[in-house]
């Protein structure tokens, strides 16, 4: 594997924490830092933490454990980075930022420094009967920008749980050079068995690139009950990692030659009828 500062390097490692969340964010922080170091010894230059990892899941969570940021949690992943030489995704927090509360992924480099910031653009609002119903915006505001930081290796982009049912944002990261997107998510018991891997491989495929989805480990006791599985599909839609529900780290080794080559045998890019539709980003125009 290619050592940080190397030229476009063709290849490297991630790690997806699935950690146990508990209602005791000190604890949860400390666990946090405790998996990164973890992982960052397994040869993972890019780490990931989960959904929600300093606080439950939940709309009755949010504003008691919500910080702004710059704030502890943020502290905490800023050591954390520096301290492992890697680039770290922060799953996600609840942040309050003048009175308003976001479901909230920080990034940070190799030195600590804080490098994209995502509030989670779709909220959860959804009712199957007789299954579940929860409505993220009874608390939440979303967020209106899309996320994407550079690395040596590729352009990675980042949304949060529901955003992964959204195609077309995924259509815009690959749009942008990403050629790894990464969704911390919290998928239920009700979605999850259902959804999570069919849109882990269903946006993989759509756009030729990795996608990785990092989930907190579950907890059978917590009100909301998280799937786990974390899972990373191959441009060609195949599943190379996944693990069950409880606390693990799952490594991915990302080859960014195969993502050349599957996008050469099947050209979609230059495929597409752009003179009859097309996906843009309006933020940018």
Known sequence: MLKLGTTMAR?????????????????????????????????????????????????????????QIPGPSTDVLKKAAAENNIFLVGGSIPEEDNG????????????????????????????????????????????????????????????????????????????QGCKLLLYPGAFNMTTGPAHWELLTRARALDNQLYVATVSPARDEKAKYVAWGHSTAVSPWGEVIATCEHEETIVYVDIDLDLVDQIRGQIPLTVQRRHDRYEVKDKTQS
């Open 100 to 175: 308003k509360l976001y479901n909230t992924c920080v990034v940070f480099n190799t030195t600590g420094e804080m490098i994209a910031k995502h509030r989670k653009m779709h909220l959860f609002d959804i009712d199957v009967p007789g299954k579940i119903t929860f409505k993220e915006s009874e608390t939440l505001c979303p967020g209106d920008n899309f996320t994407a930081f550079d690395t040596p290796f590729c352009k990675i982009g980042i949304g949060i749980c529901y955003d992964i049912r959204f195609a077309e944002m995924a259509q815009l990261y690959s749009k």
């Open 11 to 67: 290849s490297f490692r991630i790690a997806l924490v699935q950690m146990s969340v508990t209602a005791d964010k000190p604890a949860n922080l400390q666990r946090a830092s405790k998996l990164v170091k973890e992982a960052a010894a397994g040869g993972a230059s890019v780490v990931s933490l989960p959904e929600c990892f300093n606080s439950p899941y939940g709309t009755g969570y949010f504003p008691e454990y919500a910080e």
